[in-house]
């Protein structure tokens, strides 16, 4: 946005993820967000005692919002959104899966495939719970009330795919 006088493109940036299938029982984590290192994870801890209704959950994430920057909001299906407005990723880290986190979902705004907390045999996660880590990053809107041609020189295909990709208005 530094450049927005001269573009006329300005860049806004969110992360999005959805946690669902949450079973009843004690649930806890550390959730990362803007608090990025050296500074310490924020542990949220809940009581699921309904599985269609995760405003516990909600609830202890939204307390450390002003910390992680990551809001929550529950539905009545079970279905959790956290919301990061400034683009940092969302990390769960530090995860209890032999609670309420055990076949949980989470999946990414635009993504495909959730990923699911899932323990070993025996309620032993592997690896150990304390390295099972999830992260989900963002995504950059760019918007323009003009036409505008975004081109890279990444040969590796991990910024744009093809090269060069133009805008178009409808």
């Known amino acids: 946005n530094a450049f927005n ?5 300005t860049a806004v940036a969110t992360t999005k993820a959805t946690l669902s ?3 009843l029982g004690s ?3 550390q959730l990362q967000g803007s ?5 310490t994870p924020i542990t949220v801890s809940a009581t699921i005692n ?5 405003a516990p959950l909600a609830q202890a994430i939204n307390a450390q919002s002003g910390t992680t920057g990551i809001t929550a909001v529950a539905d009545k299906t079970g279905k ?7 683009g940092d990723d969302i990390k ?3 995860m209890n899966v032999t609670g309420g986190l055990t076949g949980a979902t989470m999946v990414g705004e635009d993504a495909v495939t959730p990923v699911t907390f899932q323990p070993a045999t025996g309620g032993t996660a592997t690896p150990p719970t304390s390295d099972i880590a999830i992260a989900v990053g963002g995504k950059v809107a760019l918007n323009s009330a003009a036409g505008f041609t975004l081109t890279s020189t990444d040969t590796t295909g991990t910024l744009i795919t093809g090269g060069s990709q133009g805008s178009a208005l409808s």
């Open 5 to 9: 006088a001269l573009s006329g493109v």
């Open 92 to 94: 769960i880290l530090n």
């Open 21 to 23: 299938s949450v079973g």
């Open 50 to 54: 309904n599985t269609s209704d995760l």
């Open 35 to 39: 608090n990025l290192p050296p500074e």
């Open 80 to 86: 959790l959104v956290l919301t990061q407005a400034d």
């Open 27 to 29: 649930v806890q984590f």
